[in-house]
């Protein structure tokens, strides 16, 4: 039975875009830390949630849903967390989906949506494939600013 992925063994061994798998890791996580390309809004991504959550914030590699790389910020459930995810093939196109404790969410897709549900969000991802719009990227979540500035990526 797979661990729950809050309670899994972080493997910091460095890792190229390559190597990181297509579907979800049920034995480890993988920081960003660890991805010798992490762009700074990744490695930041987390920054804000520590102090709202009260506790260090781990950000961690899910999978690739098409050409994106997923990661979140945070623990999965009841906690402010902050999904990322970045084209593989362009490291500048970035999209944020934010959690909060009570199971709302928020973000905008590479579509221009705005989303409040994780899987239309990741469905965005999905039907995107490489196409991510620059003039439409949004952070998709109120109160981080740091993250956003007139496109909303990096």
Do not use: C
Not at 84 to 89: E, G, R, W, Y
Not at 128 to 147: C, F, H, I, M, V
Request: overall charge negative; aromatic content about 8%.
């Amino acid at each position: 039975m797979a661990q729950p992925a809050d309670e899994r063994p972080v493997d910091n061994t460095p890792v190229t875009i390559d190597e990181l798998p297509p579907t979800p890791l049920r034995d480890r996580n993988i920081p960003a830390s660890a991805w010798d390309q992490a762009p700074l809004a990744l490695l930041q991504s987390g920054d804000d949630l520590a102090e709202l959550n009260e506790t260090p914030t781990a950000i961690n590699y899910k999978r690739r849903i098409g050409p994106w790389l997923l990661w979140r910020a945070g623990r999965a459930t009841r906690s402010h967390s902050r999904y990322v995810a970045i084209l593989s093939t362009d490291l500048s196109q970035l999209y944020f989906f934010r959690l909060f404790p009570d199971g709302t969410g928020d973000g905008i897709g590479p579509s221009g949506q705005r989303h409040t549900r994780f899987r239309s969000w990741k469905e965005d991802l999905r039907d995107s494939g490489d196409a991510g719009k620059e003039d439409l990227r949004d952070s998709g979540d109120a109160g981080k600013e740091d993250l956003r500035d007139s496109g909303g990526t990096t």
